[in-house]
């Protein structure tokens, strides 16, 4: 009998040592793991900061207004203004009416209040040399009222007196009619810098262009 207890307490030591040598494995397994994840996390933590690099912490000011004061617009730029004031200026209008102003005789002329009623004349005469051109043909009619009211600005801005418009006889376009040979004086009296304008002699486009006399910009003018 007590042989019999002696095997069973052996084994109960043997088991209980089992057990604490498997507690100890599975205890030493764990803090591995830890210690691997500890380090995986500190390395995806290096490696976002050297993605993100160096960050400013934002000024109180620009992180909260203060309450129930709202948020001030932002002051708009003087010469934003001023740019805008200018292109409602240049913007022209295809519901001008400009038949009553225009001088057609043996050739097409206008000629603003004021200017000495020999210019036609001479503008057609070539008295003034033509600086710039520009060449309307193919573009459609929105197109080629902008492209017309930016080259009459750039052109006085840059001092020149004397330019020609082509905007075609209308041979290619449907009706054999120039849809922007019709617009086009229309659009010119609209310029405040267009002083005159008569049709070309035929060396210079003829019935296809007009050569115009414009007032230079001041400022350009030394």
Request: net charge positive; charged share 25%.
């Amino acid at each position: 009998m007590k042989a019999r207890s002696l095997k069973e307490l052996k084994k109960l030591r043997q088991q209980f040592a089992a057990a604490q040598a498997q507690a100890a494995k599975e205890a030493q397994a764990a803090q591995t793991r830890q210690q691997s994840q500890a380090r995986q996390r500190q390395s995806d933590h290096a490696l976002f900061l050297r993605a993100i690099g160096a960050v400013q912490p934002l000024k109180a000011s620009a992180r909260h207004e203060k309450a129930g004061q709202a948020a001030r617009p932002a002051p708009l730029p003087r010469q934003r203004q001023q740019d805008e004031r200018a292109a409602l200026r240049e913007t022209l209008s295809d519901e001008f009416d400009a038949s009553t102003l225009l001088h057609v005789d043996e050739h097409l002329s206008y000629l603003r209040a004021g200017i000495g009623p020999d210019v036609p004349a001479r503008l057609r005469r070539g008295q003034w040399a033509v600086q710039r051109q520009i060449d309307l043909h193919g573009l459609r009619v929105d197109q080629a009222r902008q492209a017309l009211a930016a080259f009459i600005a750039a052109a006085c801005r840059s001092g020149v007196r004397c330019v020609r418009v082509v905007h075609g006889k209308g041979h290619g376009s449907p009706g054999k009619t120039s849809v922007l040979r019709a617009k086009v004086p229309g659009w010119l009296i609209q310029k405040h810098e267009v002083l005159a304008f008569v049709q070309a002699r035929p060396p210079d486009g003829g019935a296809g262009a007009l050569l115009v006399l414009a007032e230079p910009d001041r400022k350009s003018v030394v």
